[in-house]
């Protein structure tokens, strides 16, 4: 399903279940939303709830236009059903998805893609989260099934958690039983110089993967944590590979 560039939701105020169980039982399921697709109007995220439910196959891109600037909230599971079961996942946020009025992520993608093998979730260059205080818990449990071979999350290079006070679990055990490639990139505008708490943070990570990488960018700011207790406990455990850079 292609919505073309003359989609135009700009003036659009509520865009709930808009594509609720679309594609439920597909075995191919693509989605693009075009580059018209502008839901700046609109303060509800929820609009994707069981998309690709037991797709084999799901690919789902939100264009270049995508704004959610006056989304208050992408708190608890916004994709927690979105491909639950799918086995080949592929989500692209576009280069503006703009979250700049979002005050809440944490467990935004809990316990998302558990019957997952390939996993690729890029949040694009305008993901910016520069109001939210708590991304806690927002990759916990992801992807952290048995089934994981590969695994690609990049944040992009406007992740902004300026405000983010504490990041702890945020990414606990993401890909924990990933068994090829773990690949984590946080961009190189994480900031995080407010964060006091990033306990658990990478816990378990990629535990199980090859080749393990993760990249914290050229902005990763802990000057006012106090709290790193087992930051990085076990992550990449197995791997032949190993880099944090």
Not at 47 to 61: H, P
Not at 100 to 112: G, L, N, P, Q, V
Not at 174 to 201: A, I, P, Q, Y
Request: with cysteine.
């Amino acid at each position: 399903l292609a919505l073309d560039n003359n989609f135009d939701a700009g003036k659009v105020t509520n865009i709930q279940a808009m594509f609720l169980n679309t594609g439920y039982n597909a075995t191919n399921l693509n989605l693009h939303l075009g580059e018209n697709f502008n839901a700046s109007k609109t303060s509800s995220f929820d609009m994707f709830t069981n998309l690709g439910y037991n797709s084999t196959n799901l690919t789902l891109n939100l264009g270049n236009n995508f704004n959610a600037c006056n989304v208050a909230s992408l708190q608890y599971g916004t994709f927690k059903s979105v491909g639950k079961k799918a086995k080949y996942i592929n989500i692209d946020f576009g280069n503006n998805f703009n979250a700049s009025k979002a005050e809440r992520t944490y467990y935004m993608f809990e316990a998302a893609f558990d019957s997952v093998i390939d996993l690729n979730i890029n949040l694009g260059n305008n993901f910016n989260i520069s109001k939210a205080t708590d991304t806690g818990g927002m990759f916990i449990r992801a992807a952290a099934g048995a089934s994981v071979v590969n695994l690609s999350l990049d944040l992009g290079n406007n992740f902004n958690a300026v405000n983010v006070t504490t990041m702890h679990n945020m990414f606990h055990p993401l890909g924990n039983r990933c068994s090829n490639n773990f690949s984590l990139n946080l961009g190189n505008n994480f900031g995080g110089d407010k964060v006091n708490s990033m306990g658990n943070m990478f816990k378990w990570t990629g535990r199980g993967a090859t080749n393990f990488s993760l990249n914290l960018g050229n902005n990763f700011n802990t000057s006012s944590v106090t709290y790193m207790d087992n930051m990085f406990v076990e992550a990449g455990y197995w791997a032949a590979n190993f880099s944090i850079a």
